[in-house]
Structure formats: C-alpha cells, structure tokens
C-alpha cells in the first residue's frame, strides 16, 4: 500500500533484509542490554489507558491518524485490499480524553538522546493545538521518555514554549534534561499499570 503524507512525499517502510541460512551464515548476537527493556512508551500509554477505562478512573484513547483512501482492490467478493492512501491532515496531539470532569489532550515523545531532548521531534501545529487547548481549559501537556536512560517526565507545555520561544530566538534548539529534572515532573515504574501517568498530572494540577 502506498501512503503519502500532506506534502506529497511518499511514506517508504523499511523492508527487512532477507535471513541467512544457518548453514551459510553466523547470526548475529543480539544487544541484550535493550532488546529486553519492555514496551514502547506508546503501549505503556496504552496498557494504563486501558487500566483507567476498565476501573472507571478515566476515558482516555490514542487518535488515529486521519487517511484518505485513493486505491482499493477487490480480490475477492469479501475482500478489499487498500492500494493507495493519503494522511490526510497532520496530526495534532496523540492522545485525548476525559478524567476527573478535565478535558485530557497530550503528546508522547520518546528520545534515545541521554542529555537533551530534541525540539525537532515536536512539529508548530501540535504546539498550536496544545495552546488552543489550554486557551479552552482543558489539561495539555507532554509526557517525555528517555529510553536509553529508561526515565519519564511529564512536561508541561510553559516549559515547552518556554524553550520553543527561545529556540527561534536563535537559542538551543533541544531541551536540556537538567530542564526536565529541574522542572518537570519524573515518574518511577510501577507493576500495573507500568506507567501510571495520572498521578503525575494530578500532582501537576490539582495539588
């Protein structure tokens, strides 16, 4: 299937190189030292909105990305098959939902940066919609991984503008983690949900 994103450029997945035979070819060791670090921050995400669904604490879910389909097949009478498709508009924000009578909108990011967090990775029109948001009184901010420091952060989004406005001031454009230490919020692993990021918004509003 063929995806295109609004600017035209084409979306190419990776294809997986082809496997080696046993007989002809040595398979590599794997790097044990992050093959076993866990989920993605988007199934941690994931598996804690599902626990605040099921005992009734929040109805928050992950945004699917809006496509415009161009090209579906029928190989058979009871099948389709999508050929062409479009991302139709960009995406906002990656998660929304409602808790505790709050409108609940964020981004999660994940970095393998061990000392900052790129501001590349965050795109104007999210930073448009987060003020939006917050403008409406709804509960906006970001929740940041760095993975191979295997750490959490809430951030909220005056820190994130605080350092938007400053990059294109001609200033750094990555946010330093001593910023997230300093002032975010730093969330520790639980046993379930893994990641209960609840409790760090509601310390951040309404303590």
């Not at 919020?185 to 990021?197: A, F, I, K, Q, V």
Request: aromatic share 12%; with cysteine; glycine share 4%.
């Amino acid at each position: 299937m063929v995806i295109k994103y609004p600017n035209g450029k084409v979306y190419a997945a990776q294809t997986p190189a082809p496997s080696s035979s046993p007989s002809t070819k040595k398979t590599p060791k794997k790097d044990v030292s992050f093959s076993n670090r866990g989920k993605t921050l988007e199934d941690e995400l994931n598996e804690a909105n599902d626990y605040y669904l099921a005992h009734k604490l929040a109805v928050i879910h992950k945004k699917p990305v809006p496509l415009q389909i161009v090209k579906v097949e029928y190989p058979s009478r009871s099948a389709a098959v999508v050929r062409e498709a479009y991302f139709r508009t960009p995406s906002t924000t990656d998660y929304n939902g409602v808790w505790q009578s709050r409108y609940i909108d964020f981004e999660a990011k994940e970095t393998e940066n061990k000392t900052s967090f790129p501001l590349k990775n965050i795109h104007p029109h999210q930073v448009a919609h987060m003020q939006a948001v917050a403008d409406q009184g709804g509960t906006t901010f970001f929740i940041v991984r760095f993975s191979k420091l295997n750490r959490y952060f809430l951030m909220p989004l005056p820190v994130l503008q605080d350092a938007w406005q400053s990059m294109h001031n001609g200033g750094r454009k990555s946010i330093p983690l001593a910023t997230f230490e300093q002032h975010c919020y730093e969330m520790t692993l639980g046993y379930y949900p893994r990641l209960d990021y609840l409790k760090a918004v509601e310390h951040f509003y309404t303590s």
